[in-house]
């Protein structure tokens, strides 16, 4: 894994962005296993965020206007624990939108949270 700490934080958003981008293409070819290793890269995005403190964490949100559903998504699951009221609406318009892959993973997230509200905060 990249050592993250010598980037910027507009570069770790790119960096987010992409692995999203390759993310999505991944349910187009069905590649599981490069799926979740792109899980585990945007989760080191994360920490790596979560490190610097909250308002770089936050920086996430601006992913929202993101034209990718997966961007989005990510962006909304990763920094629900921060930011709970824009992550819920933008998973809610996600999971309205009809998309065969995103929309049913954020009525999944949506669901968990219903069930226990802090189920992302482990992120």
């Known amino acids: 894994m990249k050592n993250f700490a010598k980037y910027t934080v507009p570069e770790l958003l790119d960096q987010f962005r992409n692995a999203c981008l390759a993310q999505y293409d991944t349910y187009l070819t069905d590649?599981?296993?490069?799926?979740?290793k792109l899980f585990d890269f945007l989760l080191a995005v994360t920490r790596e965020l979560k490190s610097r403190g909250v308002e770089e964490r936050r920086a996430l949100l601006t992913l929202f206007a993101d034209k990718n559903p997966q961007v989005r998504f990510q962006a909304a699951s990763f920094v629900y624990a921060v930011a709970p009221v824009e992550a819920k609406a933008c998973l809610e318009a996600i999971a309205a939108a009809g998309l065969p892959d995103q929309s049913l993973s954020a009525g999944m997230t949506l669901s968990g949270l219903e069930e226990d509200p802090n189920c992302l905060d482990w992120i």
Do not use: A, G
């Open 31 to 36: 590649d599981v296993s490069k799926r979740n």
